[in-house]
């Protein structure tokens, strides 16, 4: 017992992958107790919304099981783990694009132009120069840059910055080759460095 | 400095701040930041967006998420799909081809299926399984035209466009919003 514990405990990816490809649900568990805090961090701020990244986050293992004969040796699993999430992140958005025309007005962070009404109040109340930020209301700030990038900027600045994967990991995440990678992050970055100009100096 | 060499070194300053540049790349920055407060500033400013980003706090998933995942997979009595033909295929080009050869496997593999199968039946496979090998080639494309990186990306503005066109319409962070219900 105590042999098999430790064992598992140094168990490498690959071999978890062998199991689980013969429904191993072992060598799944594993795996999903390896990833599932990356994942959910990652959807989480691809999404902006918990129940969301949750409810995601299932769905990305509930694939990895069914597809893990589709994965491929010559990737490693977690870059596969953040494409299968960021696909699902994709969908999502489609499916609420289409089935929501009417929710901008109860989100209104979510602007075409990032300089909407609401937008405006809130940048108005934090700019003032001799407030101090809490942690929090600096945190909501940064979201709410993050949320106004395209899908795909996010997924790559996010990708690099929250979950550390270098250039060519994530352009093999997103199946793009390393230049559009390094545009990506330069049009992210130059978006954020706008929406967050009040707080870079900080 | 003129605007032309700024217009230059630009797409080379997000890889530079993210020390994704080469040796060469960075000392040509480097170069052409102690002559140039705009791109100076670009620089910090880079460096100030990925430090904002990276101290956002690491959300925490609920106590009874792995239960709830397992319980799932047993019940629905869910499995590994078969490996496909075409997957068997890749893998024994990739176990068998020599170094130098395997850069293609999809195509060479796809060869094959050609002569197999025929054109119409390639078509449908190749569609759905060419992202990876895809990968494989360009993960290594050479960027030496980094000036024209930014500029002429026309993907990029229409990231930007279909994004400002749906925007209003996918309220990111509006925790009224789940997918349960569209389920
Ligand atoms: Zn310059």
Redesign the pocket.
Known sequence: MLATWSFAVTTTDASLVSRCQNADLTAFNTLVSRYKDKIYRYVYRMTGSADDAEDLTQEVFVRMYTSINGFRRDASISTWLYRIAGNLCTDSFRKNKNARFDTSLDAPLESADGDNAAGREIADESNAPDTLFGRKELSEQIETALAKLPPKLRSAVILHDVEGLAYDEIAQTEGVPLGTIKSRIFNARAALRESLKNYLSA | ?NEQ??QK?QPLLAPFVDSETSPQEREQVER?LQG?A??QSIVDDFAATARLVSTLPTPTLSAGFEAALARRIADSSLAPKPVSLWNKLLAWWEDTAPNGVRVAPTFAVAAVMLLLIGLPTTWLLTGRNVPLGITKQVVATPTTDAASLVASDPAIAELWDEHRSFAAAQPLGDPAQSLGEEN
């Open positions: 400095m060499s700024c070194i052409h140039c705009v791109c």
